[in-house]
């Protein structure tokens, strides 16, 4: 039946080894419409599949990027045992980090006239790529110049920038941050690796991608990475790559390729080729052959076509292919299906329903027979007209008849309008929900198709408008909404439509696509004022998804100006004022736009928000509780309110709307880890790690659940397993500075000063802003002795943050030490004007009092901070110290006695009792809690870290208050060589000083002991 030379080629391929060098791994079919690609394409199949242990996978120009078609791959070879688990498991993790990037819009990270609050510029690599991209839409969209002269590349890669600091912010683990902003990045390589593993279990994969004359533009850089590059892996031997398409393979992309290409041109038939198809159908008589011969011009789907009709009914004239189609639908000797043939030709494809709708009831029983029509295509359920017999059939009827073209069109455009509105029926009215579902998204590309055949010009307008929420989904729908608007323009012959066609389709192209399209409208005349208005809150949008919020209220404002009476523009509005940390607007416009339209959930759920950051919480209850009313499947109402719970310490409560979330969307990060919070916050630790694990678990390299399960191991004391999630947290994302502090703490505790020093310094260079870890660098210098680099950082940190009373309040304590006793008052009196209840600036200023005599200044700070939190052991402590100096023995035993009930297992505690109880003339009680503490310091000194080092420092004092010398020497000399840092030193020396003090008879031990010390330190 002729093509026996090109079966026979691809045929032979099975009977050769794919490791022999010259192994034709990668054909590529092609020939014009009508030649027989995709005919011979399925026949390549069905010889695939007739081998032993052979899978296939077909995938036409039902995709529209690289994602598709993996997406493709994987259902069709899933369909044959041998799914693609990982890159399916991937995939649905793209979707859904991607969706959590696009539903959170990052607040802003400084205010007005706050230090940092000026924008950084974009990276040199952002740049370079805004100003290729943006030259390339100038070459490939009519009229782009226009305007892309106009785009500052600098602005448009500094949104690449914001993107890709608002997701490090929002997912917080690096390789979810590539995975969104680079999606191949992620998946191709999955995709590849389960593919071997189906190689391996198999002893051919054959790959087949047809209509690649509109696929490649998209497919062809994937196909030859995956082909022959290696930066997502490589391609097993053994699986073989088909194309099938009308034009020559883009030598830019294939040209140092193409001599690995086997290439398979098919051309009309030869004569004998016809003549031997014909003969298959009992064409044999010489004018029926002559006449199929001149029809045809031997185009193969034309010879089949007459073929298997009667082709003696005599000549026709005019056209080739649109007389062929004429004397198709003649030699059919029903005309009711004659008339359904050409009724079925109109919509881009034909289910069984469709074709009941448009074929005449006498013929409404005959969809069999429409799907066994040479030029029918099934797939799936449905089916589709071969384009050269499509293109003739539309041009036959739009020429013949333009009222019943119209009336046709229009009869289609309500059957998917009503198949549209049912599916909107569960959905809701939210056109954000609408474009995300598949099912309805569908409906409505053909919908517009017929609108824009029925009336091309009048419906332009509402075409174009909805190109605005295309681009709010993705490429691929921009794309597919692109090839519509085209696609209707060639088949009613209307010039806008193509140009408009081709000018999105460009546009897709584009680094930014969204900005493109959008300005692309904006500029559009054809577009009336609710779609402008539509325009400019879309484009808000995205202004919005970069941190660009000043942008987006322009945008915002002039969508409000167009379309004052639209809800979406007030509640972009009024999101883009919450963005700016302007709530009472934000409300006054979400407020407006649940006026307009009461069932918007999303505005309720934005001015709930807004409530919230105004302390507002009955209000924002309401308004996260009408969301939730609205939409009962809203997690992140759910996990918003949850966080209005906890401000309000309903714990209880907060985590129940936790669990709601998640059960809504399992693999909603943010609620999972905000739970673990809570948890760790309620002492709950064992509930906050598996929270934190199941968060590792969805993603492994989700940096900011190790760092945070880090953070529980570390309040459990197992700070061996705190630092390595923490090591791990920044193996995945070496920039985040968050974790790196946090770790610094923890070296600190554990009394690691150089390593906690290092980490500090790295938290600052990653952002010179960060007056947190200036603060903390600041305490780890005063700790090794380093006073005036100390004084340095924390002031750098105030300078950065006026109101940073922490850092105020270490920097007195850095004075004091220093013996700047004056600067170091101003600090503390600094800290408690921005904290008045700041307990421990009021510990810290009244053991200064002490140490300067003002025993009575010291004893009302002391009071002050007691009376603020009553279970403060060590400012009880401090109060003893001064009422024993002062004589008062009964307030200094009260005080005692009230930190060993606070906290018996504190060596220290027992220690000064006993030091109160012997000066107020108890020996016997003294001795007891002297007793209490030997026992308490010896125990912790056994062990390693931070509290051993405290309690050998105890057991030095200890034994200075017991006048055992000779012990005291001994435990000097241990804690020495220890070398536990300068400051460790110095308070130990401080401590001697003040037992000397409140103990005078402990003198002479005391003195060889602080002389060792001194010495020490003398010595660095």
Not at 646 to 654: I, K, N
Not at 938 to 967: I, K, Y
Request: include cysteine; charge should be negative.
């Amino acid at each position: 039946m002729g093509r026996r030379g090109e079966l026979a080629v691809f045929r032979e391929t099975f009977a050769r080894d794919p490791e022999e060098a010259d192994f034709p791994f990668l054909f590529h079919v092609r020939g014009n419409g009508g030649v027989g690609k995709s005919t011979l394409v399925r026949q390549w199949e069905s010889t695939a599949r007739e081998q032993p242990s052979v899978v296939t996978a077909y995938v036409d120009d039902e995709v529209h990027d690289a994602l598709e078609a993996m997406e493709a791959v994987s259902a069709r070879l899933g369909r044959q045992g041998h799914p693609l688990k990982r890159f399916d498991k991937q995939l649905t993790t793209y979707r859904q980090r991607r969706h959590q990037a696009e539903s959170v819009v990052a607040a802003p990270q400084s205010g007005p006239g706050e230090p940092g609050a000026a924008a950084a510029g974009p990276s040199p690599s952002s740049t370079v790529a805004a100003q290729v991209g943006l030259a390339g839409l100038g070459a490939l969209v009519p009229g782009a110049a226009l305007f892309t002269g106009a785009v500052d590349p600098q602005q448009v890669a500094l949104g690449a920038d914001r993107v890709r600091a608002m997701l490090n912010t929002r997912l917080r683990s690096h390789d979810d941050v590539q995975l969104v902003m680079n999606p191949l990045t992620g998946l191709a390589p999955v995709f590849l690796d389960d593919l071997a593993e189906v190689a391996e279990e198999c002893e051919r994969v054959v790959l087949f991608f047809d209509v690649y004359e509109r696929t490649g533009p998209v497919l062809d850089t994937w196909l030859r990475t995956i082909t022959f590059g290696d930066e997502y892996g490589s391609l097993p031997v053994n699986v073989q790559i088909v194309l099938a398409g009308q034009l020559r393979l883009d030598t830019r992309v294939w040209g140092d390729r193409l001599g690995q290409v086997t290439e398979v041109s098919l051309e009309v038939f030869s004569e004998e080729e016809a003549r031997t198809l014909l003969a298959t159908h009992g064409v044999t008589d010489e004018p029926s052959i002559e006449l199929v011969l001149r029809l045809s011009g031997r185009l193969p789907l034309l010879v089949d076509m007459l073929a298997r009709s009667d082709p003696g009914g005599g000549a026709a004239t005019g056209d080739p292919s649109e007389t062929a189609v004429e004397r198709f639908l003649k030699w059919e000797p029903d005309p009711e299906r004659r008339e359904a043939a050409l009724a079925c030709a109109l919509p881009l494809q034909t289910d069984e329903d469709i074709y009941r709708a448009v074929v005449p009831e006498s013929a409404a029983g005959s969809y069999a027979w429409l799907r066994g029509l040479a030029f029918v295509s099934p797939q799936a359920g449905r089916c589709r007209y071969h384009d050269v017999v499509r293109a003739a059939m539309l041009r036959l009827q739009r020429t013949r008849s333009p009222a019943r073209w119209q009336q046709a069109h229009t009869l289609l455009a309500d059957v998917f309008r009503q198949r549209r509105l049912a599916v909107e029926a569960d959905l809701g009215t939210d056109p954000e929900d609408l474009w995300k579902e598949a099912v309805w998204r569908e409906h409505r590309l053909n919908e517009t198709y017929h609108l824009l055949c029925a009336n091309p010009r009048t419906a332009l307008a509402d075409a174009l408008r909805e190109s605005a929420h295309a681009i709010g989904l993705d490429v691929a729908t921009l794309r597919r909404w692109a090839q519509i608007l085209g696609g209707a323009g060639l088949d009613t012959d209307t010039a806008a439509l193509v140009s408009w066609g081709e000018r999105l389709e460009a546009a897709a192209e584009q680094e930014q696509p969204g900005a493109v399209v959008l300005t692309l409208l904006l500029n559009a005349s054809e577009l009336d004022a609710s779609g402008r208005a539509l325009a400019y809150t879309v484009r808000a949008e995205e202004y919005r998804h970069v941190g660009d919020a000043g942008s987006a209220l322009a945008d915002c404002e002039a969508a409000v100006a167009l379309a004052p009476d639209a809800a979406r523009p007030h509640a972009g509005l009024g999101e883009t004022y919450r963005v700016l940390g302007r709530y009472e607007e934000s409300v006054a416009s979400c407020t407006r736009a649940v006026e307009i339209d009461p069932g918007y959930a999303l505005a309720f759920g934005s001015r709930g928000d807004a409530y919230r950051n105004l302390g507002r919480h009955d209000e924002a209850f309401a308004d996260f509780g009408r969301a939730i009313e609205i939409d009962r499947r809203y997690a992140w109402a759910y996990g918003s309110r949850a966080r209005v719970y906890e401000a309000l310490e309903r714990h209880e409560e907060a985590l129940a709307d936790y669990d709601r979330a998640l059960e809504i969307d399992p693999l909603y990060e943010w609620a999972v880890g905000s739970r673990a919070q809570l948890f760790e916050r309620m002492g709950r630790y064992e509930e906050a790690l598996a929270d934190y694990d199941r968060a590792v678990e969805m993603d492994p390299q989700y940096a900011w659940a190790r760092a945070g399960r880090a953070q529980v191991h570390e309040a459990m004391g197992r700070h061996e397993e705190a630092l390595a999630d923490y090591d791990r947290a920044l193996d995945i994302d070496p920039l985040y500075e968050w974790a790196v502090g946090s770790r610094a703490q923890l070296f600190e505790r554990m009394g690691r000063y150089e390593e906690a020093l290092a980490d500090y310094d790295r938290a600052v260079v990653i952002d010179p802003e960060y007056a947190w870890a200036l603060g903390s660098r600041a305490r780890v210098k005063k700790d090794m002795g380093r006073p005036e680099e100390a004084v340095a950082d924390y002031s750098r940190a105030v300078e950065i943050l006026p109101d940073y009373a922490w850092a105020f309040q270490g920097r007195a304590q850095v004075y004091a030490g220093m013996g700047r006793h004056d600067e170091a008052l101003a600090d503390f009196a600094r800290a408690l004007e921005l904290r008045p209840g700041y307990g421990w600036a009021l510990g810290n200023r009244g053991e200064l009092y002490e140490k300067l005599g003002r025993r009575e200044d010291a004893v009302a700070d002391f009071t002050r901070a007691i009376e603020i939190d009553p279970t403060s052991d060590w400012v009880l402590g401090a109060r003893a110290r001064t009422y024993l100096c002062m004589g008062r023995h009964e307030d200094a035993l009260a005080d005692c006695a009230r930190t060993v009930e606070i906290d018996p297992r504190d060596g220290w505690n027992q220690m000064l009792y006993g030091v109160v109880l012997r000066a107020a003339g108890d020996a016997p009680a003294a001795e007891a809690r002297f007793a209490d503490a030997l026992r308490l310091f010896t125990e912790e000194g056994a062990g390693a870290g931070d509290a051993a080092v405290n309690a050998r420092q105890g057991l030095l004092v200890l034994h200075c208050a017991l006048f055992d010398h000779g012990a005291a020497a001994s435990v000097a000399d241990a804690l020495i060589a220890l070398g536990p840092g300068r400051n460790l030193i110095e308070e130990a020396v401080e401590d001697l000083s003040l037992l000397g003090t409140l103990c005078p008879e402990a003198g002479p031990g005391i003195e060889p002991v602080t002389r060792r010390l001194r010495e020490t330190l003398r010595q660095g």
